[in-house]
């Protein structure tokens, strides 16, 4: 009886739009995971890469899934932004937006300077217009 | 405040901007620094090397327990060796220069700066009444050469305290601009250095924590590198604090959350004689500062002032570098490492799980002895 409800419960989730988020990391996804921990310094972005052969998706996951130490999630999409932001755009523009990612977005803002105009004048946007407005006016050169 | 001004003037050289601080506080309404005893003996001088060395006599009078010697030259830097007051020789660069284990800093010629505490740990012999004989190198940057009738601009600060077993550490926080004004921030901030007071507790020492606001930028220099902007800072400084600048990012990124400019570092201004820590990188991806975020930020204050004081890793992250406390064990392997050190402060990463980490809040008997000696450990 138990094992029918939990198949029908299991069916009538199956369609939501839910994200399933993998609970344990995977080896790469560990061995960035480690990589970023460290206390007085990571290893630049290029380096990571010998860790994952889909970096960006790795260290998206730690954004979404490392919460401690506090710096591993901040490093990671540092590097996102850094390196992916062309693939990346809408998940970087998504922070902007967003109260509990305010730590990238203010990230994010300071990195402007290092990202093409188009993407830096929609970033900019979203973050004016949007919940973090506060935070942008002090990060964010307003002409 | 123009009579107070002109009798600070004539005090000479690297001394004059320290000690000229507590007559400019009197002049704006900061009388209760004003008459601060720092418990500190001062000397400076200049030599220049013959051979490639120059010997720089340290005068060390009763109860004085140890001294920091900051030098500064023309060339690169480094000790070569230390003879107490009967000429024997207590230290010799070659014992360290090579070893796998780091005693200090100074040993390598890094830079044209040089930072030396003395003594180190317990089992280096205690200073006595006398004159030490620091001898320092002058050596080429790239060709490692020594040189001859290189200037080497020297301090020495001297610890009028005999004691081990206790002391306190004064520290002068400096917010840079607009940090001041982030009230999160500064809550944080305030919580992380009650976790830091806890964690040095049983050890004997207490972080005495002036706080200040500047106009320094947000993004702070990489302070192993050196900087003006810390020199100039730093020079605000009373002679006996540890100067923390906290800002928002190191070096344009979040790679780093605090450094520490030396091992040791110096209580006398130069472009390395600070701590400098980020408060983005400590916040974490959501920008706001839970409770673990706060404790770990507090361990992380705790270990960089920990590096500035003198203490090395335990174990560098490459397992094949340790410190030279012979009672933190020589493991070589990370999962080794963090079964036998990961609660240790000075362990280089936290311990964690994704969403929680352990408490590192614990130092080895020789490294408390470290920490002690610091000549700003008082």
């Known amino acids: 009886m138990i094992a029918t409800l939990l198949i029908l419960s299991g069916l009538a989730h199956a369609h939501e739009p839910t994200e399933a988020k993998p609970v344990e990391p995977t080896a790469n996804q560990e061995a960035l995971y480690a990589a970023l921990k460290p206390r007085d310094g990571a290893p630049d972005c290029e380096s990571l890469r010998v860790h994952s052969d889909d970096l960006a998706t790795d260290l998206l996951w730690l954004v979404d899934n490392a919460t401690q130490p506090p710096w591993v999630g901040v490093r990671a999409a540092q590097c996102v932004i850094k390196h992916h932001h062309t693939a990346q755009a809408e998940r970087i523009k998504s922070w902007m937006t967003s109260p509990d990612k305010r730590g990238l977005a203010i990230l994010a803002m300071g990195l402007l300077d290092e990202l093409p105009k188009e993407l830096r004048v929609e970033l900019s946007a979203a973050a004016l217009a949007g919940p973090l407005a506060e935070d942008a006016k002090k990060y964010i050169a307003v002409p | ?378």
């Open chain 2, 1 to 378: 405040m123009d009579d107070t001004t002109n009798t600070a003037a004539p005090i000479e050289a690297k001394m004059s901007a320290m000690r000229i601080i507590p007559f400019v506080l009197l002049a704006t309404g900061c009388e209760e620094f004003a008459g601060k005893d720092p418990g500190l003996g001062y000397t400076d001088g200049a030599a220049v090397t013959a051979a490639g060395v120059a010997d720089i006599t340290v005068s060390v009078t009763n109860p004085e327990s140890a001294f920091l010697l900051t030098a500064d030259g023309d060339h690169y830097v480094a000790v070569d060796q230390i003879k107490d007051p009967e000429g024997r020789v207590v230290f010799h660069w070659e014992d360290w220069y090579s070893a796998s284990t780091s005693l200090t800093s100074a040993v390598w010629p890094l830079d044209n700066e040089m930072v030396l505490n003395w003594p180190i740990r317990g089992e280096e012999a205690d200073l006595y009444a006398g004159d030490w004989t620091v001898t320092l190198a002058a050596i080429e940057a790239g060709s490692g050469a020594y040189k001859n009738g290189s200037t080497i601009n020297y301090t020495v600060q001297t610890k009028d305290d005999p004691s081990f077993s206790n002391g306190t550490v004064s520290v002068r926080l400096v917010y840079t601009e607009g940090v001041d004004e982030l009230t999160e921030v500064t809550t944080a901030v305030d919580a992380a250095i009650e976790r830091w007071r806890e964690i040095w507790a049983p050890m004997g020492l207490t972080p005495v924590v002036r706080q200040t606001s500047s106009s320094l930028d947000g993004d702070l220099p990489y302070a192993g590198d050196g900087s003006e902007s810390i020199y100039e800072t730093t020079l605000d400084s009373f002679e006996d604090e540890i100067t923390l600048i906290f800002g928002e990012t190191i070096d344009g990124s979040n790679e780093y959350l605090g450094v520490a400019g030396s091992i040791p570092g110096t209580l006398t201004a130069n472009t390395r004689s600070a701590v400098v820590m980020g408060w983005i990188a400590n916040a974490g991806a959501d920008g706001s500062f839970s409770d673990l975020d706060i404790s770990i930020m507090g361990e992380t204050m705790a270990h960089e002032v920990g590096h500035f004081m003198g203490l090395f890793h335990p174990v560098e992250q490459t397992y094949d570098r340790w410190d030279a406390c012979d009672d933190t064990p020589n493991c070589a392997s990370a999962a080794d490492c963090e079964d036998r050190l990961g609660t240790n402060l000075m362990y280089p990463a936290p311990v964690c799980n994704l969403t929680s980490c352990v408490e590192q809040d614990q130092l080895s008997d020789v490294q408390v002895e470290i920490l002690q000696r610091y000549t700003g450990a008082l």
